[in-house]
């Protein structure tokens, strides 16, 4: 549990940039596929799928709390 959540950590750090799985990989030093394996199994989804919907909160939270168009809020 301890890689995934240092994975976590990257991603989150990573933020609003998704990073590649394979980059992910090389820095925890695992297998792309056990890497995810073993995020799916934690966490029940996948990396992408993961990033997918950290972006997607960040969104929600600028539109929430910003004045800014949804159109320069996806764009940007």
């Known amino acids: 549990m301890n890689t995934i959540l ?9 933020l609003p940039e998704t990073l ?19 995020f799916k199994r934690s966490t029940g989804m996948s990396i992408s799928q993961y990033q997918r919907h950290r972006l997607l909160s960040l969104a929600a939270e600028k539109i929430a709390t910003t004045e800014h168009r949804i159109l320069d809020i996806a764009i940007g």
């Open 6 to 14: 240092s994975v976590i950590a990257l991603i989150e750090d990573s």
């Open 20 to 38: 590649r799985v394979e980059q992910i990989a090389a820095r925890s030093g695992y297998s792309r596929w056990h890497l995810q394996r073993q």
